[in-house]
């Protein structure tokens, strides 16, 4: 997946507002706090072999993950620099094979 990047710094700080009462739709929210994949409320997710690439420098995780629980990510790919990944409350996320991030699995 490549776009253009480029985000402003506080971009990682970005709270993206709760919507139940809809069917979420992209660039329904605005920007998120991923370069990549905003991932949010997810039990038991696989993703496996795939890029981000930004064209210009992103300040943004590639996979952000908030409340995802039971998810792998194999051979996944994108910048290091910011991580690849931002977790923040979640639990059993695996991942293996990663150019941009070591092994790693979350309690």
Do not use: C
């Not at 979420?24 to 997810?42: A, D, I, N, V």
């Not at 990510?73 to 931002?86: E, K, N, V």
């Amino acid at each position: 997946m490549q776009h253009v990047g480029g985000a402003p710094a506080d971009s990682t700080g970005i709270q993206v507002p709760e919507d139940e009462t809809s069917i979420t739709e992209p660039g329904m929210f605005g920007p998120t706090p991923s370069q990549g994949f905003f991932l949010r409320h997810m039990k038991n997710l696989e993703v496996s072999h795939v890029e981000v690439q930004p064209v210009a420098a992103d300040p943004r995780a590639s996979f952000y993950l908030e409340d995802v629980h039971r998810a792998d990510f194999i051979g996944g790919y994108g910048p290091s620099t910011p991580p690849a990944f931002s977790i923040s409350n979640s639990s059993d996320v695996r991942i293996r094979l990663s150019r941009a991030a070591a092994d790693s699995t979350t309690p």
